[in-house]
């Protein structure tokens, strides 16, 4: 079992930042890669981003790319997800997960195993 809470989560303005944490507990040694995904009302879940555990690969969403940025840092469990230059459609409660199943960079949410509780994140135009 791994345990995910995310938080870091707020209302900002159309071109400000926010910064998000994932916390990761239990047997996150078995997890092969971190992703961070987002859903909005009445969309389907979407992928963001995701890192290798080692931290040495990373991917993202052409619609994120060059304003968002996940990092880790495993002696801490934590993965992280600095948000830049952010717009109204980026709004969206936000999910930190973990790959359990397979090696890769996986952007399908099938792939991953476990799930935090999501953090909302509003961006105001």
């Given at each position: ?36 995904f987002r859903q909005a009302p009445g969309k ?82």
């Amino acid at each position: 079992q791994v345990h995910l809470v995310e938080s870091g989560g707020g209302l900002v303005q159309a071109g400000g930042s926010l910064s998000l944490s994932c916390v990761a507990s239990g047997r996150t040694f078995n997890a092969y890669s971190m992703g961070w995904f987002r859903q909005a009302p009445g969309k389907e879940r979407e992928f963001v981003a995701a890192i290798s555990w080692t931290g040495s690969n990373t991917v993202y969403a052409d619609s994120v790319k060059g304003r968002l940025a996940i990092s880790k840092v495993n002696a801490k469990n934590t993965v992280y997800l600095q948000m830049n230059s952010l717009k109204p459609e980026d709004t969206a409660v936000y999910y930190c997960a973990a790959n359990t199943i397979s090696g890769g960079l996986m952007r399908l949410p099938t792939w991953y195993s476990y799930w935090g509780q999501g953090t909302q994140v509003t961006v105001s135009s």
